[in-house]
Nanobody, 121 residues
Framework: QVQLVESGGGLVQPGGSLRLSCAAS????????MGWYRQAPGKQRELVAT???????NYADSVKGRFTISRDNAKNTVYLQMNSLKPEDTAVYYC???????????????WGQGTQVTVSS
């Protein structure tokens, strides 16, 4: 079993900041790529940002220059620093990760339960 536990969501005014965290635990030993996705009401889930085990990052055009993804490999944790938030950033944010167990078996990818981010005045 693999668990991804997210934290850090909430209500913030436009222009404000939030930091999301997601920790992977359970049978996952070596985490490969980690990422954040979001889903707004009535819309499909979309990629926000991803980061490889080596630290290479990829961002959606809509968040470039405002959001920063980072990770702590020792803690199997990924972070998303969100600055200059806009109402259109309102969504449920989901963490995603894949990796291997202690025996070297590939486990596939997993999703967190989601954390709500609401940007409103």
């Amino acid at each position: 079993q693999v668990q991804l536990v997210e934290s850090g969501g909430g209500l913030v005014q436009p222009g404000g900041s939030l930091r999301l965290s997601c920790a992977a635990s359970g049978s996952i030993f070596r985490v490969n790529a980690m990422g954040w996705y979001r889903q707004a009401p009535g819309k499909q889930r979309e990629l926000v940002a991803t980061i490889t085990s080596g630290g290479s990052t990829n961002y959606a055009d809509s968040v470039k220059g405002r959001f920063t993804i980072s990770r702590d490999n020792a803690k199997n944790t990924v972070y998303l620093q969100m600055n200059s938030l806009k109402p259109e950033d309102t969504a449920v944010y989901y963490c995603n990760a894949d990796g291997w167990d202690y025996s070297g078996n590939y486990l596939g990818d997993y999703w967190g339960q989601g954390t709500q981010v609401t940007v409103s005045s």
